[in-house]
């Protein structure tokens, strides 16, 4: 081997030591290798029962709304409201700033009107 083809290997093996040692840590290859990274995991999903609620919730403030829109008696509104606890759990309060919301039977707010 002539000293220019030694030069030549010397210098590229110094730049690969160069670049393996100063290569980033936390790649995505690497990861990958380990198990899996956090930002490939699947989303996540909403829990069924919270979602069920949700949407009880929704429908209970837009029949609460559509009644008192039709201007129904404050007797009526309370049968209303008992209907929607004893069929869904859910019962619709008046806030002060006069929107509605939906609270479940443990007194957690699940739906709101905006």
């Known amino acids: ?8 290997l010397i210098v590229v093996g110094i730049a690969v030591l160069v670049l393996w040692f100063t290569k980033p840590k936390n790649n995505m290859v690497d990861s990958m290798r380990k198990g899996g990274s956090k930002k490939l995991d699947a989303p996540k999903t909403l829990d069924s029962k919270l979602a069920q609620e949700q949407h009880e919730g929704t429908v209970g403030i837009q029949a609460m709304r559509s009644a008192i829109a039709n201007g129904e008696t404050k007797k009526e509104l309370d049968k209303l409201n008992r209907m929607l606890l004893n069929e869904n759990g859910i019962k619709v309060y008046v806030m002060s700033n006069g929107k509605l919301c939906a609270r479940n039977r443990k007194g957690k707010t699940v739906a709101k009107e905006k």
């Not at 081997?1 to 030549?8: A, E």
């Open 1 to 8: 081997m002539d000293g220019q083809t030694k030069k030549l």
